[in-house]
């Protein structure tokens, strides 16, 4: 720190207070006291009696039995910046809190933790299972919780709700109900996804499809009344074919509509079924023939409907073959029935092609198995009425989407909304409230459990299904508030402004809770919906436990600390791009945030040890400022307007960016070093009270600005100047704002001229290969008076940044003279002599030698350039290539030119 101490005691006032930093900064030590000190004082919680000005974000609820990974890290950060901004800038800002029931991945934990002692649920029966994953949820449901706290998550945690506590389960029960009674739930037997990993329906967003490399099989069936004469169809699940019940063809297809009412001979399994005429087939497609299985495709679905053929369901629940099918086959895996199934087809000759085929096969989003499709009896919603109020919202702009490309996507989705499965074959989660009367058939649908039928009062059976997790997450955003009663916290926090969530589930539960929002409250549940993207590894791959490429947040949390995590999370997320992190080098993929608190740490320690309590609360405009006062607050206030209007876009890469910027180059590296012998007193008290009174403020100001991105170490700074203790807080703000009284163009451009220099300097020391370290005489000529003033003022701490062991103003830069030469914005010249500096004559004829070659180099170049053969035959990417290579041995050359004129005639 350039020799500087501290003023020494007696030479403070007496209302200075000694508010050392500890000489290293070490997250470890502070973020959980202080985060303590939050809890304690309640700083998170709201109101609804004392709410004027709401802010509320409800979290995306985590699975309960999750372990917090890096997406949980990014989209966490940005909702926690979102709110302890507003709350700073006077809002009442509530983040609710709380945790997803997750069925399929919570029953699927705890049966795993059964089969290790030899046992499945079955053996323990529903109820006996259910308790215990009630107990399960109890041991390890708080877990992300207290995780989401050590990140710094400012949650309102008296809030905290799980989609199956009691009042959500209500919600459920009622908005079930109500859609009954509106015809808008039904049962029915249709085409859904099954998995047979989990053994339950899937709806069709929960069934993600991934491109797979597979085969199509081309299959010959005979034709019942023309021995010798085949149809052909192609298939990628020749299983399948054990199950049909008709071939198609397109009705305009002149090739083969005139087979239309004959029958053929199904392969192996001796059934005839019916050649039909059906509008979905493509008579382009293969042979123009179509297989059709009613009960294993949704397309075939439709087509049995139109037809009404029969639904022969070949398959059990876990995808093998059922006692529908041949004998044969029964009991096989179908990947084995399918294998055996070719092996019979080609022993008959009825085989035809096998071909590499590309398509795109969906999988159990929770388990990965490849989902079958199949006829089942479930339970549904009627979605379309549905959406199109909140298709309309989005139309009318009441309903906003950042990235604005986001909007298209749900546009589409809900342009071509299907109807939603919602049963599961699970024993976790929200009952199905349905009852059926074991005596006269009754089925009875209520909020509240009935004891028996109420048309004869025989014994009822419940639904043994329990509804699809996101029927409870859909409700989120109102039901956590109280909802269906009319709670005051529902009157005043209904509807919420913004929700941060990943891409991926932009149907799944965005678009889902602005049809719920809309249809049960009458109100949007947001205005406005942050998609962030994908955190990636070091190549670009999506982390995954599968991978090995994870990155564990609170392992980044205990090595770095939660602002430095925090920090490059945010910085690293530039709106509507993927991030990456490298997971193999934690300490490459977070030093950004690292070194930056690093840096702010040791800038404030210093400065700290030169401030009172008068300097902390004196407005620096009452004192006698300098042109780097000026310059700094000037710079300050732009950057507290940028960072203020990228927040309010939702752009927080870069409000931390601009905030980044301003505080490790303006403030740390030049206004410091600038302002560290006024600190001193070595100008006078005026000048130094102006310095520490700037400082003070400024540094202020930039905590403040840095508080939603990085609270803990910008409360343990800000607790520690001069007057402040630790019951002081940035948590509740202000805000600043400092407004137009601290313009100052002049200023700024006078320091930019003295930043120029420097800049000039250091690039001269790097082009002539001037040793870092070593102190040069530098010359500046026709300087501007404003330029000029402020070098006079600030030579001191010009030499010192510059490395520089003079700065000398002249009227012209010394004629004759080996020396860099260069040439500022304002005119100003900045000229460093090099005699003395570097060997001139050896650098004169290195330059010289270089120059030589390259002149070479370049003669060729023009000479390819000019051969209009080459230029007429060769690939058009390779004369662009040489027409590049030529430019640039031009610029080289100009360089160089200068160069070895600096170095003088010799």
């Known amino acids: 720190m350039g020799g500087l101490h501290p003023r020494s005691n007696d030479a403070m006032s007496d209302e200075t207070t000694t508010h050392e930093l500890s000489a290293r900064f070490d997250p470890t030590g502070i973020e959980a006291p202080i985060y303590q000190r939050w809890i304690e004082r309640n700083v998170f919680h709201v109101d609804a009696a004392d709410a004027t000005a709401p802010y509320v974000i409800a979290i995306p609820p985590p699975n309960v039995t999750a372990a917090l990974h890096m997406g949980h890290g990014l989209n966490n950060t940005i909702q926690d910046v979102l709110i302890r901004f507003q709350r700073m800038r006077g809002r009442d800002a509530m983040w609710i809190p709380g945790t997803d029931h997750a069925g399929i991945a919570t029953q699927n934990v705890v049966e795993r933790h059964l089969a290790e002692n030899a046992l499945t649920r079955h053996d323990l029966g529903r109820e006996r299972f259910v308790d215990r994953v009630w107990e399960w949820v109890d041991q390890y449901g708080s877990t992300i919780i207290e995780q989401l706290k050590t990140m710094g998550c400012s949650c309102d945690w008296e809030r905290t709700r799980f989609t199956l506590d009691e009042g959500l389960?209500?919600?459920?029960?009622?908005?079930?109900?109500?859609?009954?009674?509106?015809?808008?739930?039904?049962?029915?037997?249709?085409?859904?996804?099954?998995?047979?990993?989990?053994?339950?329906?899937l709806s069709n967003e929960e069934a993600e499809h991934q491109d797979s490399r597979g085969r199509l099989y081309h299959l010959r069936y005979p034709l019942a009344d023309a021995e010798g004469e085949y149809v052909v169809v192609a298939t990628t699940r020749p299983e399948t074919m054990l199950g049909d019940t008709a071939v198609a063809v397109h009705p305009s297809d002149e090739r083969n509509r005139h087979l239309v009412g004959r029958q053929v001979e199904l392969p192996l399994?001796?059934?005839?079924?019916?050649?039909?005429?059906?509008?979905?087939?493509?008579?382009?497609?293969?042979?123009?023939?179509?297989?059709?299985?009613?009960?294993?495709?949704?397309?075939?679905?439709?087509i049995g409907l139109r037809h009404d053929l029969p639904r022969i369901d070949i398959m059990n629940d876990d995808a093998t073959i059922s006692e529908q099918?041949?004998?044969?086959?029964?009991?096989?895996?179908?990947?084995?029935?399918?294998?055996?199934?070719?092996?019979?087809?080609?022993?008959?000759?009825?085989?035809?092609?096998?071909?590499?085929?590309?398509?795109?096969?969906?999988?159990?989003?929770?388990?990965?198995?490849?989902?079958?499709?199949?006829?089942?009896?479930?339970?549904?919603?009627?979605?379309?009425?549905?959406?199109?109020?909140?298709?309309?919202?989005?139309?009318?702009?009441?309903?906003?989407?950042?990235?604005?490309?986001?909007?298209?996507?749900?546009?589409?989705?809900?342009?071509?909304?299907?109807?939603?499965?919602?049963?599961?074959?699970?024993?976790?989660?929200?009952?199905?409230?349905?009852?059926?009367?074991?005596?006269?058939?009754e089925v009875l649908v209520a909020r509240e459990d009935p004891s028996e039928c109420a048309s004869c009062g025989g014994a009822l059976e419940q639904d043994p299904d329990v509804l699809d997790t996101w029927f409870s997450s859909w409700l989120w955003p109102f039901s956590t508030l109280g909802w269906p009663e009319e709670t005051d916290d529902l009157a005043k926090f209904y509807p919420t402004h913004t929700l941060s969530t990943a891409p991926e589930i932009l149907f799944f539960w965005v678009a889902r809770m602005v049809m719920a929002g809309l249809e049960f409250v009458g109100e949007l549940p947001f205005t406005d919906v942050l998609l962030h993207g994908t955190v990636r590894d070091g190549s670009g791959r999506r982390m995954s436990k599968s991978l090995g490429n994870g990155v564990d947040p609170l392992e980044v949390v205990g090595r770095f600390g939660a602002d430095a995590m925090r920090f490059t999370l945010v910085n690293s997320a530039a709106l509507g791009t993927d991030l990456q992190l490298d997971h193999e080098d934690l300490d490459s993929a977070f030093r950004v945030g690292r070194n930056f608190a690093n840096k702010m740490w040791n800038?404030?320690?210093?400065?700290?040890?030169?401030?009172?309590?008068?300097?902390?609360?004196?407005?620096?405009?009452?004192?006698?400022?300098?042109?780097?006062?000026?310059?700094?607050?000037?710079?300050?206030?732009?950057?507290?307007?940028?960072?203020?209007?990228?927040?309010?876009?939702?752009?927080?890469?870069?409000?931390?960016?601009?905030?980044?910027?301003?505080?490790?180059?303006?403030?740390?590296?030049?206004?410091?070093?600038?302002?560290?012998?006024?600190?001193?007193?070595?100008?006078?008290?005026?000048?130094?009270?102006?310095?520490?009174?700037?400082?003070?403020?400024?540094?202020?100001?930039?905590?403040?600005?840095?508080?939603?991105?990085?609270?803990?170490?910008?409360?343990?700074?800000?607790?520690?100047?001069?007057?402040?203790?630790?019951?002081?807080?940035?948590v509740n703000g202000p805000w600043p704002e400092p407004g137009e009284d601290f313009e100052a163009p002049d200023a700024v451009g006078a320091v930019s001229g003295l930043q120029e220099i420097v800049g000039a300097v250091r690039n001269l020391r790097s082009d002539y290969g001037i040793d870092p370290a070593k102190r040069v005489d530098v010359v500046v000529a026709r300087a501007p008076a404003s330029l000029a003033e402020a070098l006079t003022v600030e030579m001191e701490g010009l030499l010192r940044l510059g490395r520089m062991s003079s700065l000398e103003m002249l009227e012209?830069?010394?004629?004759?003279?080996?020396?860099?030469?260069?040439?500022?914005?304002?005119?100003?010249?900045?000229?460093?002599?090099?005699?003395?500096?570097?060997?001139?004559?050896?650098?004169?004829?290195?330059?010289?030698?270089?120059?030589?070659?390259?002149?070479?180099?370049?003669?060729?170049?023009?000479?390819?350039?000019?051969?209009?053969?080459?230029?007429?035959?060769?690939?058009?990417?390779?004369?662009?290539?040489?027409?590049?290579?030529?430019?640039?041995?031009?610029?080289?050359l100009t360089v160089l030119v200068e160069k070895r004129e600096a170095f003088g005639s010799g």
């Open 169 to 201: 389960s209500r919600a459920v029960r009622e908005v079930f109900v109500r859609l009954y009674e509106k015809g808008l739930v039904y049962r029915g037997n249709y085409i859904i996804n099954w998995c047979p990993r989990c053994l339950t329906a």
């Open 269 to 302: 399994v001796g059934r005839r079924i019916p050649v039909i005429a059906d509008d979905y087939v493509d008579p382009e497609f293969g042979s123009g023939f179509v297989k059709v299985t009613p009960a294993h495709d949704p397309n075939d679905f439709e």
């Open 325 to 441: 099918a041949p004998a044969a086959y029964r009991g096989l895996d179908r990947f084995e029935a399918r294998k055996r199934v070719l092996d019979d087809l080609e022993a008959q000759g009825l085989l035809v092609e096998v071909e590499e085929h590309e398509h795109s096969v969906g999988h159990c989003y929770r388990c990965s198995t490849a989902v079958e499709p199949r006829l089942s009896l479930q339970w549904f919603v009627r979605m379309k009425p549905l959406a199109e109020p909140a298709l309309k919202a989005y139309h009318e702009g009441r309903l906003r989407f950042h990235p604005e490309r986001f909007g298209s996507t749900y546009e589409h989705w809900m342009t071509n909304v299907r109807d939603w499965c919602i049963s599961r074959q699970l024993w976790w989660g929200h009952r199905i409230p349905v009852w059926y009367c074991q005596e006269c058939g």
């Open 603 to 730: 800038a404030v320690r210093f400065g700290l040890g030169y401030l009172t309590e008068d300097d902390v609360r004196t407005n620096p405009l009452d004192t006698q400022l300098e042109v780097t006062d000026r310059w700094i607050l000037d710079r300050f206030a732009a950057t507290a307007v940028a960072a203020t209007d990228a927040l309010e876009r939702f752009r927080l890469h870069d409000a931390a960016e601009v905030t980044y910027q301003f505080v490790w180059g303006d403030f740390c590296d030049w206004y410091l070093e600038l302002a560290k012998m006024r600190l001193r007193g070595d100008r006078g008290e005026a000048s130094r009270a102006a310095a520490a009174a700037t400082f003070a403020f400024v540094l202020d100001g930039w905590l403040r600005l840095l508080q939603p991105i990085m609270p803990f170490i910008t409360e343990e700074m800000y607790c520690h100047l001069p007057g402040r203790t630790d019951e002081d807080s940035l």
């Open 812 to 892: 012209v830069v010394p004629v004759g003279e080996p020396g860099a030469h260069g040439v500022l914005r304002s005119g100003a010249e900045v000229f460093l002599p090099l005699a003395g500096v570097v060997d001139v004559a050896r650098e004169r004829d290195r330059t010289q030698a270089e120059i030589d070659r390259l002149q070479d180099l370049l003669a060729g170049s023009r000479g390819r350039l000019e051969d209009r053969r080459f230029v007429d035959r060769a690939p058009a990417e390779v004369v662009e290539r040489e027409r590049d290579k030529c430019r640039s041995f031009e610029e080289r």
